[in-house]
């Protein structure tokens, strides 16, 4: 059951990072679900590391976006066409 809702709370905070982040990112439901999933990992290890969380916890929805803000400024620098 807690792969469902990481993957319920992935998508949306996938789905409002996309809304925040200006750009042309074209992807589907399951690149937005990765994306959130990806930004949760990436926020945890993040907050972890900067003592906000503890060993055990993990990054709640606000700091699921803010990671899925951070993968998909990456995301948009890696596939940046060049003109």
Not at 6 to 35: D, E, H, S, Y
Not at 58 to 64: D, E, H, K, N, V
């Amino acid at each position: 059951m807690e792969w469902i809702w990481t993957a319920v709370i992935g998508f949306v905070a996938g789905a409002l990072a996309r809304a925040i982040m200006p750009g042309n990112q074209k992807m589907g439901c399951l690149l937005t679900i990765c994306l959130g999933i990806a930004g949760s990992i990436v926020f945890t290890y993040l907050g972890q590391a900067a003592g906000w969380y503890g060993p055990t916890e993990g990054a709640r929805f606000i700091g699921s976006t803010l990671g899925a803000l951070i993968v998909l400024a990456i995301y948009g620098f890696l596939t940046k066409k060049k003109s």
